[in-house]
């Protein structure tokens, strides 16, 4: 691939600096893994009725929802991400745990084996299921946030980024 110049580093620049898709024809087809995390802090009286329900709303079930959400999310990251290339997912799970001082952790794992990772389909992922959520509880409360959407790791490519994830998967869809 070549150098860019002038673009600070950004590959998705060209010599012009025009937008611009990244050419993946010529990398090696590697084991992609990439996992992200969303956190939420809902207010008191939403983290009360949704421990009182089993985390049910009228609405139905809010994290088997939102697992279903974040996976049909990662499947079709690059309909709305303009230049993510469409990709295989071989394995994709969500996992929601209900924290201390009413938070809740979201985190998506995303596999492949491709020219390209995964990270934008896990950070989708994580985030449509935090979407989610909030959709199904904002009848009682608007004041649920978002917050602190982060990659937490990714390999597979030429950088890695966080902890060593060889031969670790988590089971499918597993909430806590």
Do not use: W
Request: charged content about 25%.
């Amino acid at each position: 691939m070549a150098k860019r110049r002038g673009n600070a580093g950004l590959s998705h620049l060209d010599a012009a600096r025009r937008p611009t898709m990244v050419a993946v024809g010529a990398k090696p087809v590697t084991h992609r893994v990439a996992e992200a995390e969303a956190r939420m802090v809902l207010p008191a009286e939403v983290a009360r009725a949704l421990r009182a329900t089993g985390h049910r709303t009228a609405k139905g079930p809010v994290f088997d929802t939102a697992i279903i959400a974040g996976v049909m999310a990662v499947k079709r990251t690059a309909e709305f991400i303009p230049f993510c290339h469409p990709l295989p997912i071989e394995h994709c799970s969500i996992d929601i745990a209900a924290g201390s001082r009413n938070q809740l952790r979201i985190r998506c794992r995303v596999e492949t084996h491709h020219k390209t990772g995964v990270e934008m389909e896990a950070l989708t992922g994580a985030c449509v299921a935090a979407l989610t959520i909030y959709d199904m509880c904002k009848a009682l409360s608007h004041e649920i946030r978002i917050a602190d959407v982060r990659l937490l790791l990714k390999s597979g490519g030429r950088r890695s980024v966080g902890r060593r994830v060889v031969g670790r998967r988590r089971a499918a869809g597993r909430s806590r």
